[in-house]
Nanobody
Framework: QVQLVESGGGLVQPGGSLRLSCAAS????????MSWFRQAPGEDRAGVSC????????YYSDFVEGRFTISRDTAKNTMYLQMDNLKPEDTGVYYC???????????WGQGTQVTVSS
């Protein structure tokens, strides 16, 4: 059974950090393009970052470039999103997804809430 499970969300003050995890089961994560998306209240889901399946290249949306870092641990079959210098506008539900290409999702996790507030 294919499953993605996110964890690591929470409440953090502006300027703080969080690390999200996305644990995959039922498939080998490194054979897929793995993406992070987020959905803020009242907004559409937006792509945040992606790590490609073939060469492991990483991509970021403009609004997180330089603050977030995506990575994967093939031994643990887990993807991560290190989020630094968080801003209130980073608040939302963060989802991980697996697909053939970046910024797409054939398999989705249930999401984890990130709230940036003082």
């Amino acid at each position: 059974q294919v499953q993605l499970v996110e964890s690591g969300g929470g409440l953090v003050q502006p300027g703080g950090s969080l690390r999200l995890s996305c644990a995959a089961s039922g498939f080998t994560l490194e054979y897929y393009a793995m993406s992070w998306f987020r959905q803020a209240p009242g907004e559409d889901r937006a792509g945040v970052s992606c790590i490609s399946r073939e060469d492991g290249n990483t991509y970021y949306s403009d609004f997180v470039e330089g603050r977030f870092t995506i990575s994967r641990d093939t031994a643990k079959n887990t993807m991560y999103l290190q989020m630094d210098n968080l801003k209130p506008e980073d608040t939302g539900v963060y989802y991980c997804a697996a697909a053939e290409q970046c910024w797409h999702g054939d398999y989705w996790g249930q999401g984890t809430q990130v709230t940036v507030s003082s």
